[in-house]
């Protein structure tokens, strides 16, 4: 009965590749959240989705575009990874008229 | 700039005692919310305690409450009776805007002592 649940936990590739880490939530939340969390353990909005619309698009660089698939769903695909990259990456999702966000268990991207 | 401020590293505590972790931020909007969040070191982020700015009292949860004082734009969070596994990174965050997104201090990572 996990609430939200990202897949891979690890991932560890090479600089240049690309590849995708996928988000789902069972609670019936309509809103959906990208967080980066740097070396430093600093956290960043990324993007965010309502009801599979786009309604956050923070400086990120091109190579990151999320896709929402429908509204339990919200996935991150990489292309061309750079070292910097390198971090943890959570997923998160809200109910409509609440603040509350509820996170995943996190990704961490190791590029090489 | 409108940021979130926490300038505790690190802090220590011993297994029993209080302790006050705290928090300053920065906003031009009237109503917004604030949250603790606690990061073990499995990396799972967990909602310690939520307050909404334009509730005076202040929120408690079980052991954990907050001191919150609007004019001040301060949000500290009192751990009370610490146990071992209050050991974490404790991120002060608040939300901006219609979009809710989060902005989040830069931590404080609470030891507890036996």
């Known amino acids: 009965d996990t609430a939200v649940s990202q897949t891979p936990k690890y991932l560890v590739t090479q600089m240049g590749n690309d590849k995708s880490i996928k988000c789902e939530q069972n609670?019936?939340?309509?809103?959906m959240y990208w967080y980066k969390q740097d070396s430093k353990k600093f956290l960043k909005i990324m993007f965010s989705y309502n009801n599979k619309e786009l309604i956050i698009n923070e400086t990120v660089p091109n190579r990151f575009s999320p896709k929402s698939p429908d509204k339990a769903h919200l996935n991150l695909h990489i292309n061309s990874l750079e070292l910097g990259d390198s971090a943890v990456y959570f997923c998160?999702?809200?109910?409509?008229?609440?603040?509350?966000?509820?996170f995943g268990p996190g990704t961490r991207l190791t590029v090489l | 700039a409108q940021t979130v401020t926490q300038s505790q590293p690190e802090m220590s505590v011993q297994e029993a005692e209080t302790v006050t972790l705290s928090c300053t931020y920065d906003t031009s909007e009237s109503n917004y919310y604030l949250f603790w969040y606690k990061q073990p070191p499995s990396r799972q982020m967990i909602l310690v305690i939520r307050q909404e700015a334009y509730k005076q009292q202040n929120a408690t949860e079980n052991r954990f409450s907050v001191n919150f004082q609007k004019a001040a734009k301060s949000f500290s969070l009192k751990i009370s009776d610490s146990q071992l596994g209050d050991t974490a990174m404790y991120f002060c965050?608040?939300?901006?805007?219609?979009?809710?997104?989060?902005?989040f201090g830069t931590g404080t990572l609470l030891a507890v002592q036996p």
């Open positions: 609670l019936g939340h309509d809103t």
């Open positions: 998160a999702s809200s109910p409509a008229g609440h603040n509350e966000q509820f």
């Open positions: 965050a608040r939300s901006r805007g219609a979009t809710n997104k989060l902005i």
